[in-house]
């Protein structure tokens, strides 16, 4: 028999071997596995058992009646810890939250991530304070009543770090104090100054809840998709811009500073209007208010390695909101400027400021709310700041707005 002949014997009975080996260990798989295949032929996911466990079933009037207990009683940190913990048990619950926690501007209580992107309470304003790091350059916001209530992580509302580069300095913003990587979840924004330090740009990670602002400009950085995570924020908003008026011939006086809230129309502070108020974070920031559908994955995929550039430019289909410092008074007896702080803030400095809305007589807007401090920071200790800030203000864009005040060159003061 020639060998080409015994050859082709001998691996085609290898090869019926192996196809009936195959056969019987797919039977074998199918009667362990049976009980747990699904309708489309693959296992079931974490969250579908937890959908299908008992937590998740619970009546609708039970969980209210949960919830309404539990947000009621728990008002302050760290024990509002409680009303995080019961929206994170599953998805039934999570909605149930929804109905049951009220956002800052009517509760005046900050309670999930994304309350930081929402307007504060319109009549008594939330109070924190802003530690200041000098060796490591950071600032962190804690939500607290006194200095010694800031040092408790459980109370860390944001932190920024100050880079410094040739042209410009940078603010980094994060919900974590150890992580301010722009890939990163924890990111929320961005505060850029210009070389003097006169002018600033509040950059948001994701797109204002309004249609004021179209675009901005993508991330000019060439990551690959692969290293990346699929909701990784890739475009800087410019929701705001904040400058200071140089003074030149270093005249004695109070700085004079202009904040334009381009995400904020001045309607907001009109009898009836409101201000923007989002109800989920676009990067994954608030994962269990945010989930990620199908539309948005196939945009990500179908995005480019390349950096994209867009037109930079902001279009404004109403009118902004500007903000101005309160003009201090001369003190006589004190020989110094001097602000009504209702003794939250102890310590002259020239980064102490008011803020309030600077609009014309033509928008109606009612004289208590011009009169209105909208925001006020000012220092009470070595590198301890406090920070009160009201309605339409965030506690993202309050803060973003006091760390311009750290950067301020001796030209504007």
């Not at 909701?231 to 811009?241: D, F, G, M, S």
């Not at 930079?312 to 400027?337: F, G, M, Y």
Request: glycine letters at 4%; a positive charge.
């Amino acid at each position: 028999m020639p060998f080409k002949s015994i050859f082709r014997e001998l691996r085609g009975k290898k090869g019926l071997e192996n196809k009936q080996k195959k056969l019987s260990e797919a039977k074998c798989v199918q009667g362990h596995t049976k009980s747990h295949i699904t309708t489309e032929g693959s296992l079931p996911s974490q969250s579908a058992l937890v959908q299908e466990s008992l937590w998740a079933n619970l009546p609708s009037e039970l969980l209210l009646d949960i919830f309404g207990r539990v947000e009621e009683n728990e008002t302050t940190w760290p024990a509002r810890r409680a009303v995080v913990a019961c929206a994170g048990v599953c998805r039934s619950w999570r909605e149930v939250a929804k109905e049951v926690v009220k956002t800052p501007e009517e509760c005046g209580l900050l309670t999930f991530p994304i309350s930081l992107k929402q307007p504060g309470p319109r009549d008594s304003p939330i109070q924190c304070f802003i530690r200041r790091e000098r060796a490591t350059s950071t600032y962190q916001l804690y939500l607290g009543l006194s200095p010694a209530l800031a040092g408790d992580p459980s109370k860390l509302l944001l932190a920024a770090k100050r880079i410094r580069r040739a042209t410009k300095t940078d603010f980094l913003i994060s919900l974590s104090a150890n992580d301010f990587s722009q890939t990163s979840n924890n990111y929320v924004g961005k505060l850029r100054s210009n070389f003097f330090g006169s002018k600033f740009v509040i950059h948001d990670c994701q797109p204002p809840s309004n249609s004021a602002i179209q675009s901005n400009g993508w991330s000019r950085k060439k990551v690959s998709m692969k290293k990346v995570s699929p909701r990784l924020p890739v475009c800087n908003y410019n929701v705001a811009t904040i400058s200071y008026e140089l003074n030149v011939l270093r005249t004695r006086g109070p700085r004079r500073m202009q904040c334009n809230m381009h995400a904020i129309p001045v309607s907001a502070i009109q009898e009836g209007g409101s201000a923007p108020t989002p109800a989920t974070f676009t990067n994954g920031l608030d994962e269990m208010f945010s989930p990620l559908t199908a539309s948005t994955e196939k945009n990500q995929k179908s995005t480019s390695t390349n950096s994209v550039k867009l037109p930079a430019s902001i279009c404004n289909t109403r009118d902004p909101l500007v903000l101005r410092n309160k003009i201090p008074r001369w003190h006589e007896q004190l020989q110094c400027w001097c602000l009504n702080f209702r003794g939250r803030v102890t310590v002259a400095s020239v980064k102490n400021f008011q803020l309030v809305a600077s609009v014309d007589t033509s928008k109606n807007v009612p004289a208590a709310e011009q009169e209105k401090v909208i925001l006020q920071f000012g220092k009470i200790g070595k590198d301890i700041f406090t920070m009160d800030y009201l309605y339409p203000l965030s506690a993202f864009q309050a803060f973003t707005i006091c760390l311009s005040s750290f950067d301020m060159k001796p030209a504007c003061e």
